[in-house]
C-alpha cells in the first residue's frame, strides 16, 4: 500500500526564488503575458518583485512595501498606475 501525501505535508513553492536574474524575470513575465489574465499579471510582478526584493521596488517605485505586496498578490486588481511603475522599474533595472 502506497503512503498517502497529505496537501499541508508538501513544500511551499515560491517561483520568486527561481528567478535569478533580470533574464529569468523577463521570460517569466513574457509567459505570463502571453495568458492575458490581468490577476496572473499583477501576481507574476509580485513574484519578479520579491525575486529582486520588494524594499528595493518599493524604494524606486516609490509605492510602500506593504502597498505593493497587497496590489500586486494574485487576487489582487491593482491600479494601472501600480502595474505601469513597477514593470517600467522592472524594464529599467538593467540599462
Do not use: W
Not at 500500500?1 to 499541508?8: D, E, W
Not at 499583477?42 to 520588494?54: K, N, P, Y
Amino acid at each position: 500500500m502506497s503512503k498517502k501525501i497529505r496537501v499541508t505535508d508538501l513544500p511551499n513553492f515560491d517561483p520568486a526564488e527561481y528567478l535569478k536574474d533580470d533574464a529569468d524575470i523577463a521570460a517569466y513575465l513574457f509567459v505570463v503575458i502571453e495568458e492575458c489574465d490581468a490577476g496572473e499579471l499583477a501576481h507574476a510582478l509580485g513574484v519578479a518583485a520579491r525575486a529582486r526584493g520588494m524594499a528595493q521596488i518599493a524604494e524606486e517605485t516609490g509605492i510602500g512595501r506593504e502597498a505593493l505586496y497587497k496590489a500586486l498578490r494574485a487576487d489582487a486588481q491593482p491600479r494601472f498606475d501600480t502595474i505601469s511603475r513597477v514593470a517600467s522599474n522592472a524594464k529599467n533595472a538593467h540599462c
